[in-house]
Nanobody, 125 residues
Framework: EVQLVESGGGLVQAGGSTRLSCSTS????????VGWFRQAPGKEREGVSY????????NYPESMKGRFTISSDNAKNTVYLQMDALKPEDTAVYFC??????????????????WGQGTRVTVSS
């Protein structure tokens, strides 16, 4: 059974940092792409960052570049999201998701078959 479990959310002050973890099991980690997404109250889910565990390539939507860093530890089957210089507008539930890797780096949430339950990040001003 494929499982993804996020951790590391909580309350953070504006300007602060936090690191989210996505622990995975039930699939061959090196064959998958893992993405981080977030959903704020009343807003659509949006992509934050993506990493291919096949070759380590990463992708960030333009609006997420500069403050977020995705990384992967293949030995631990875990993907991390380092978030720096946090702003109140970063408040959201953050999800990780996994998809079988293809010839291109998958970024659409519709292409991710497996999702975690999410972890809430609240940034106070």
């Amino acid at each position: 059974e494929v499982q993804l479990v996020e951790s590391g959310g909580g309350l953070v002050q504006a300007g602060g940092s936090t690191r989210l973890s996505c622990s995975t099991s039930g699939f061959i980690f090196e064959d998958y792409v893992v993405g981080w997404f977030r959903q704020a109250p009343g807003k659509e889910r949006e992509g934050v960052s993506y990493i291919s565990n096949v070759d380590g390539s990463t992708n960030y939507p333009e609006s997420m570049k500069g403050r977020f860093t995705i990384s992967s530890d293949n030995a631990k089957n875990t993907v991390y999201l380092q978030m720096d210089a946090l702003k109140p507008e970063d408040t959201a539930v953050y999800f990780c998701a996994a998809a079988v890797a293809t010839d291109y780096l998958i970024t659409s949430p519709d292409d991710f078959a497996h999702w975690g339950q999410g972890t809430r990040v609240t940034v106070s001003s």
